[in-house]
């Protein structure tokens, strides 16, 4: 999608991707994989470029996806110059939660809106041998363990309550979410366009 915007040059199109970029806004969306992850660095490598102070505004709304991927994307967030404050609109689900509650300068959600955590899934179609298996089932309990202790960091829960609410997936409404940790407050849309300049 494009919007049409006035510089000094006259009137020019660009995407509105560009346009909220401009204004400091990124978005994680749709599934998270490496082309995401990779594609959110860039962007905040832009962004970083043009200014290392000022607060990055990030929107998620998205289903999760691969650890791996979402830990490039948590390694960027924990150690950004600029301030990132956080907005959940409509769901952050499995890694995107992780990567929302990983927030430390606001963490806002929608009243609507869901967060749902689980242990990390089993990958489709594991066979082979005995000691493959029992590698990758190593792999996957250092896994969960280390998402335990990232989860109980930021919403300061001990790892064994982490470990007890995510045996099944667990779906938070937006009070239990703050109830939890995982959010600071419950901002409807207005309130957060106005807490990201934008309104």
Avoid: W
């Avoid at 280390?146 to 960091?153: F, K, R, S, V, W």
């Amino acid at each position: 999608m494009n919007t049409i915007v006035r510089n000094r040059n006259g009137l020019e199109t660009i995407s509105i991707e560009a346009s909220l970029r401009s204004k400091r806004i990124l978005f994680i969306t749709d599934e998270i994989n490496d082309q995401a992850a990779l594609e959110f660095t860039k962007q905040v490598f832009y962004l970083l470029h043009e200014n290392v102070a000022d607060p990055i505004h990030l929107f998620i709304n998205s289903p999760g996806g691969s650890i791996d991927a979402g830990m490039l994307i948590y390694d960027v967030l924990s150690k950004i110059p600029a301030p990132v404050k956080m907005y959940c609109i409509g769901k952050a689900y499995s890694m995107a939660a992780v990567l929302f509650s990983s927030g430390s300068h606001g963490r806002y959600i929608l009243p609507h809106s869901k967060i749902m955590l689980h242990e990390p899934l089993i990958p489709f179609g594991i066979g082979g041998k005995t000691t493959t298996i029992q590698t990758i089932s190593d792999s996957l309990l250092k896994t969960k363990q280390d998402m335990e202790a990232i989860l109980a960091l930021h919403t300061g829960r001990t790892p064994e309550e982490i470990s007890e609410i995510t045996k099944t997936d667990h779906y938070f409404t937006a009070q239990e979410a703050v109830d939890f940790g995982l959010a600071d407050a419950v901002k409807d849309f207005s309130a957060m366009l106005k807490e990201g300049g934008i309104a």
